[in-house]
């Protein structure tokens, strides 16, 4: 009957592309768990693990795709299942289809 939030993290990457004004991003779906700025992660990479921090954590404005070029929302925290944009340094080798 109610909405459970679980603290385990269940996200996986689906897109690796490089923004004007934001460098290499990792579009990203977070089932449960949250992420926060300044949070360290570790996403699978083409050569090894790649471990950085979240600098910003990005969703499209409403009623907006993510994979359309918009203003993006900028969020401290994000608990709620939904797609993201997270934006960190060193992702430019990361493999899309990866949990994080």
């Given amino acids: 009957d109610k909405l459970e939030v679980q603290e385990d993290l269940e996200c996986t990457v689906i897109e690796v592309k490089n923004i004007e004004g934001l460098g290499t ?3 990203v779906i977070l089932v449960n ?3 926060k700025e300044g949070d360290t992660i570790v996403v699978a990479g083409i050569s090894g693990p790649i471990v950085t ?3 910003a954590l990005l969703t499209p404005q409403p009623m ?4 359309v070029k918009n203003e ?3 969020h401290q925290k994000i608990s709620t299942s939904m797609g993201i944009k997270i934006c960190a340094p060193g992702l430019e080798d990361a493999v899309a289809g990866s949990e994080l």
Avoid: F, P, Q, V
């Fill in 25 to 27: 991003t990792i579009d």
């Fill in 72 to 74: 993006y929302i900028h």
């Fill in 64 to 67: 907006k795709e993510m994979r």
């Fill in 53 to 55: 921090t979240i600098r």
């Fill in 33 to 35: 768990g949250t992420l």
